[in-house]
């Protein structure tokens, strides 16, 4: 008998939206999770192709002290330089793609697979990524709450992105995140038990 493989769900949304506190809460409701952020992490640590690419575009001003990229330097490199950033992207999304797929294909393959998997995806409709999913869960809030819960600075990302009613409408799942976490993880709790239900 093939195994289940889990339903594979990103989640997709502005920035200080709620993302990550969204994914935490799938994780709490059981589903095995996976950041994009965490993919980056690890390949700038692992990833000796990236770690030359970077120095060759961007210099050696970008490695931290241990000899990896650091991302605060690139960041600082890049965000105010949109050619610099689309080649990031360019750089890395095909990788962080590959290196989710097969994390899928290792839960797929364990001898009780979770339900659910779940991964935080900012770019999903911008990278064309959300093909990749079976479902696609939107986290919005209003601009006041997003802006106050954001860790960095306004830098022209937000001008980058597909509008928030476009995503909705590719979505398969939306949430307004303006009340407290205890909300957002009963809402998440309501669409686990439909997942699972429906897996």
Known sequence: MTARRPVAVAITGSIGAGKSTALA???????????????????????????????ERLGEEILGEDG???????????????????????????????????WREQLASLPKPPRVCVTEVPLLFEAKSE?????VVVITAPAS????????PLDGRDARLLPDREKIAKADYHYVNRGTEEDLDEWVAGVMAELVRDA
């Open 68 to 102: 990896a990229p650091d991302r605060r330097r690139i960041g600082n490199r890049v965000f105010g330089d949109r050619e610099a950033l689309e080649w990031l992207e360019e750089l890395l999304h095909p990788r962080v793609s590959a290196e989710y797929l097969q």
């Open 25 to 55: 809460a799938f994780r709490a409701h059981g589903a095995a999770t996976v950041s994009s952020d965490e993919i980056v992490h690890h390949l700038l640590a692992n990833d000796l192709d990236v770690r030359r690419a970077l120095v």
């Open 145 to 152: 709450i997003r802006e106050q819960r954001r860790r960095v």
């Open 131 to 135: 093909r990749l999913f079976g479902k």
